[in-house]
């Protein structure tokens, strides 16, 4: 594989022992600045001081990489550790350490320190065209690359190796990718079809899917139900069966369908069904039954307004204005004895600056805990493109749910470059849902809810707020068009119109 990045062959080579003594004193000062600010905290209070939190020693990172070949291996041993040391850590917190607090200089830096990796995965336009989508596997041990050319490439995202291409795994453009576990996932084309594939057989497809009449353009999996959730152009979201598949397909049964219809996303819980649409509508389905075929009149509509932006009687602590506190029977009949189950919700996300101008939601993310929706909305002109995330007022730990039925809040936004016009840009969440990666013109930038990396939950603004820009990327020579964390490593992918993939990791 060639370099992602040239290297400066002026720089000397930094030992190989620097990058462990970097991280050992950058995590032995997040240490030292957390104690400290407890015991002036304490000291304030006029209450005797707090013992100190309970200091948990970084792993031998030295070890991780000793047997890794190759420079960037070593590199990402070293980053995998720390990871995996900042996740425990965050998940194991000691009663004296403030969980707003906890960790965010570590974590802003280390998100901040995020390179182009030493060796990045380059494809050729001539063969594979664009690249529309990037997948990990539940595992991180695989990076699935969707193609324009209708192949689907599968690289070791560790040491960037190509492990295998799919030629022909469908016969027009391939546009999503999912996992349903660590060995089978599907793909989705504009050739109207779903293939099934297994990582242990990947000479032939497991089975195809056919059902949509157009252009099908992502793919959902309910972990409960196992079913296999698509929507496409012809405005239809179709369930699958994977409990009965066979090398001739899977029962199948059209759950819903709308017009202008962009992207469908299921919440991490698979409660809900979001979909956006080209025409600047965001549908919620409530109570999610994905069992249950809806024909149009079978949903139960709750309302049909803009999502509001965050005013200045809007708390922090409230997921429930005023506005929203209506009468109970009559938003809800099906507490009188109607099913409670699908019921749609029909928004219109407002967008500053766009108050009387259409919009189109291209693409669409969930938080991975389900706080909130990422949106990328460009102009009906297609002269501006925002970045927006809106928050489910239905509350998010630690604030208890006060009704099972709100709307959206705007909490945060940036407007974007708005390069590449037509084209659609993937933006995601990170594994921890601090960061958001946004494909930016010829780049990435990597955003954030506050200046410390925060939890959303634990910075939410009373106003709308701005976006933080934490990094700026550029190593691409084309249009960004798809951006994807890796789940267990700290790892960032990115896949842009001239058909190659950077990898991004910190640099010590």
Same mark, same amino acid.
């Given at each position: ?53 309970? &200091? ?21 041993? *070293? ?11 965050? #998940? ?38 664009? #690249? ?13 690359? +969707? ?19 799919? #030629?022909?795994? @469908? ?38 899917? @056919? ?14 139900? &196992?079913? *296999? ?46 979909? =956006? ?7 919620? *389905? ?5 069992? /249950? ?6 949903? &139960? ?65 969930? @938080? ?24 489910? /007022? ?17 909490? @945060?936004?940036?407007?974007? +470059? ?29 955003? +954030?809810?506050?200046?410390?990396? +925060? ?15 934490? &990094? ?6 084309? #249009? ?10 700290? /790892?960032?992918? =990115? ?14």
């Amino acid at each position: 594989m060639s370099s992602g990045q040239p290297s400066d062959s002026s720089e000397p080579e930094e030992p190989r022992g620097a990058g462990v003594r970097h991280l050992d004193e950058l995590l032995r000062e997040e240490e030292s600045d957390n104690q400290e600010e407890e015991e002036e905290e304490e000291a304030s209070r006029s209450r005797p001081p707090s013992p100190p939190p309970e &200091r948990r020693g970084a792993p031998d990172l030295d070890s991780a990489g000793e047997h890794a070949p190759g420079s960037a291996c070593r590199s990402a041993g *070293l980053c995998d550790s720390l990871f995996s040391w900042l996740w425990k850590r965050t #998940v194991r917190r000691g009663p004296f350490v403030d969980p707003a607090r906890d960790n965010f200089r570590t974590m802003t830096r280390l998100y901040s320190s995020m390179s182009p990796a030493t060796d990045s995965v380059n494809l050729s336009t001539q063969t594979h065209g664009a #690249v529309f989508n990037l997948e990990y596997s539940p595992d991180g041990s695989v990076l699935t690359v +969707a193609c324009e050319q209708t192949e689907v490439l599968l690289f070791d995202p560790v040491s960037s190796k190509h492990i295998k291409t799919l #030629v022909e795994a @469908h016969e027009d453009c391939v546009n999503n990718i999912r996992f349903l576990d660590n060995r089978l996932f599907a793909t989705c084309s504009d050739d109207t079809t779903i293939a099934l594939w297994d990582l242990r057989k990947l000479n032939s497809k497991v089975c195809s899917l @056919h059902g949509h009449a157009s252009w099908v353009k992502n793919i959902e999996y309910d972990t409960h139900t &196992r079913l *296999l959730v698509t929507s496409g152009f012809d405005g239809n979201v179709i369930t699958w069966d994977t409990n009965r598949f066979t090398e001739d397909g899977c029962p199948h049964k059209k759950f819903f369908h709308t017009r202008y219809l962009m992207r469908m996303r299921l919440t991490p819980d698979c409660s809900k069904m979001l979909i =956006s649409t080209s025409s600047g509508y965001l549908l919620i *389905l409530h109570d999610l039954d994905l069992t /249950q075929s809806l024909e149009v009149g079978s949903y &139960r509509i709750l309302r049909a307004r803009r999502a509001p932006l965050s005013t200045e009687g809007s708390s922090t602590g409230s997921r429930t204005g005023g506005s929203r506190h209506v009468n109970d029977s009559k938003l809800h009949p099906h507490r009188e004895g109607l099913s409670p189950r699908n019921s749609l919700e029909v928004l219109t996300p407002e967008i500053p600056g766009e108050r009387d101008r259409g919009n189109c939601i291209t693409s669409l993310q969930l @938080h991975p805990k389900g706080w909130a929706t990422l949106l990328r909305c460009s102009s009906n002109m297609d002269d501006q493109e925002w970045t927006c995330v809106y928050e489910f /007022q239905e509350g998010a730990p630690p604030r208890p749910p006060v009704s099972p039925r709100c709307s959206l809040r705007l909490t @945060h936004y940036i407007e974007e +470059a708005n390069v590449g016009r037509g084209y659609i840009k993937e933006l995601c969440f990170s594994p921890d849902g601090r960061l958001i990666c946004s494909p930016y013109g010829y780049g990435v930038r990597l955003l +954030a809810f506050d200046e410390r990396c +925060a939890e959303l939950a634990d910075c939410m603004p009373v106003r709308t707020a701005l976006l933080r820009e934490v &990094r700026s990327i550029y190593s691409h020579s084309d #249009v960004v068009l798809t951006t994807k964390f890796s789940p267990t490593h700290c /790892q960032l992918a =990115s896949g842009c119109l001239s058909g190659r993939v950077a990898l991004y990791q910190p640099h010590f």
